[in-house]
């Protein structure tokens, strides 16, 4: 019988048998040990529950719901059945290396508040290249709000937090559950609510930790557009930004999701959003203007030279 965990992972999945099993495999060959695998099937999957049985490993658990409730439900489940003191978050369709939550845990024995979020850099993977995220960690006083919405370059951001990237105290995870229902942001969303607790600090490993696939051919949460739930969202979390971040986050993340209804309307109403609510700098309206009036495609391949990534000629 394995001994206690002191962490436990959480890993959400669904009609994915072949990653799933990829996911827990990367979580079991952790340096770190001491851990059990919590993987909550997120409603009647029975291919999913037929090859994590072939894992073989005690320290898995299989928790299958009674019908779906998409991924924040499942990790919020996750969190709730957690043992261990420590709860870390992998999607099903990432890998973690080898030494991810030994180095983690030796950051949180190092924190100054009591209840610290750490998170590590991340490789993120397509078929055309390797690109290691976020590409710069916050300043020390910088807005979190800030460090993940405010550009400093027209074609991409440089703060990030990516949810496999995240370990924080199961009591943490349980205080602030992930919000259920929404579709996308769900890990700024997160951060951002945790951090405004006083015993709550975010950390980042400097190095990378995590593989983040990104398959092109795949779908994926992060690609689909729902840029009316996320302005709703948004609003109804105003109080989460400064309003650098505020204007930021509108007139890039979210114009990025609304900019293929080709709309005027709906670029007057982001510019407005932005514009009363927010504080937007100069490099905001430049970001905004090419979202708006560049192709995707062009705008993607235009990204790629920037940062010295091969061009999808698609």
Known sequence: MFSAPDVSVVIPTRNR????????????????????????????DPDTRANLAAVGDERLRVIELARPGKAPNARNVGAGNARGRWTALLDDDDEWLPTKLERQLELAAAANRPSPVVASRMISRTPRADTVLPRRLPAPGEPLSEYFTVRRGLFHGDGFIQTSTILAPTELLRRV??????????????????????????????????????????????????????????????????????????????????????????????????????????????????????????????????????????
């Not at 990829?22 to 979580?27: F, Y």
């Not at 005027?264 to 514009?275: G, I, K, N, P, Q």
Request: without cysteine.
């Open 17 to 44: 048998p072949d990653l799933a099993v990829r996911a827990v495999r990367s979580a079991l060959a952790q340096t770190h040990e001491a851990l059990e695998v919590v993987v909550v099937v997120d409603g009647p």
């Open 177 to 314: 559950p992930f919000t259920v229902g929404l579709r996308r942001q769900q890990e700024l969303d997160w951060a951002l609510r945790a951090v405004r607790h006083d015993d709550v600090e975010l950390l980042y490993a400097d190095e990378a930790l995590v593989l983040w696939h990104q398959d092109e051919d795949r779908d994926r949460i992060s690609l689909a557009n729902p840029w009316q739930d996320q302005l709703a969202w948004l609003r109804g979390n105003r109080d989460l930004f400064t309003p650098r971040a505020y204007a930021a986050f509108t007139m890039s993340v979210l114009s990025s999701m609304a900019a293929p209804t080709r709309s005027t309307r709906v670029f007057r109403e982001l510019l407005a959003e932005a514009r009363t609510h927010g504080r937007p700098g100069a490099l905001d309206y430049l970001t905004f203007v090419q979202i708006w009036t560049l192709p995707p495609g062009l705008r993607a391949q235009v990204r790629d030279l920037v940062m010295g990534r091969p061009v999808d000629a698609r």
